[in-house]
Antibody, heavy 121, light 108 residues
Framework: QVQLQESGPGLVKPSQTLSLTCTVS??????????WSWIRQHPGKGLEWIGY???????YYNPSLKSRVTISVDTSKNQFSLKLSSVTAADTAVYYCARDRGYSGSPFDYWGQGTLVTVSS | QSALTQPASVSGSPGQSITISCTGT?????????VSWYQQHPGKAPKLMIY???KRPSGVSNRFSGSKSGNTASLTISGLQAEDEADYYCCSYAGSYVFGTGTKVTVL
């Protein structure tokens, strides 16, 4: 059973960079066959896909966030990470990591529990 | 890409059937049979309920079914149960992923 767990600071100051890590257990990122995504949910609102990474390091980002997003992978630690630069209060959200089934448009079948990140001075 | 449009709330009595709509455009829902549905209980992560319009993952009750017509996808919950009370989100692929606005399902 694949499990994902987000970790990182719960509070980030405006204009700084938000950094989160997702640790995967029960399966190896380097085995391939899946894309690893970040998805966020603003308080009381809907879901927004941020982007994904393949084990090889290839990425694809939501065009609306592309200029501020970097997703990277560390296969030795079985982790992938999110960096979101120049954050504002509008970036306050619960951030989820998730796995999809490895083809374009495939569904997200495993999710982390989510971590709340608040942007505030 | 704009969020897909869902009704804010849908309610039904136990045992009844309800349907949640998800309206997009010819660039997303209408172009791809890659619509999925997620159930989210308060404080929990979303759970995949339907994918590729009408397929059910292993372990999901057959009370949940999906369909699509044109630019609108639908999720039907039959034999409504108390445990079905949750938020539901549709999601479509359109080059990237776009989610719906979400629907709160209340079991009366």
């Amino acid at each position: 059973q694949v499990q994902l767990q987000e970790s990182g600071p719960g509070l980030v100051k405006p204009s700084q960079t938000l950094s989160l890590t997702c640790t995967v257990s029960g399966g190896s990122i380097s085995s391939g066959g899946y894309y690893w995504s970040w998805i966020r949910q603003h308080p009381g609102k809907g879901l927004e896909w941020i982007g994904y990474i393949y084990y090889s390091g290839s990425t694809y980002y939501n065009p609306s966030l592309k200029s501020r997003v970097t997703i990277s992978v560390d296969t030795s630690k079985n982790q992938f990470s999110l960096k979101l630069s120049s954050v504002t209060a509008a970036d306050t959200a619960v951030y989820y990591c998730a796995r999809d089934r490895g083809y374009s448009g495939s569904p997200f079948d495993y999710w982390g529990q989510g971590t709340l990140v608040t942007v505030s001075s | 890409q704009s969020a897909l449009t869902q009704p804010a709330s849908v309610s039904g009595s136990p045992g009844q059937s309800i349907t949640i709509s998800c309206t997009g455009t010819s660039s997303d829902v209408g172009s791809y049979n890659l619509v999925s549905w997620y159930q989210q209980h308060p404080g929990k992560a979303p759970k995949l309920m339907i994918y590729e319009v009408s397929k059910r993952p292993s372990g999901v009750s057959n009370r949940f079914s999906g369909s699509k017509s044109g630019n609108t996808a639908s999720l039907t919950i039959s034999g409504l149960q108390a445990e079905d009370e949750a938020d539901y989100y549709c999601c479509s692929y359109a080059g990237s992923y776009v989610f719906g606005t979400g629907t709160k399902v209340t079991v009366l």
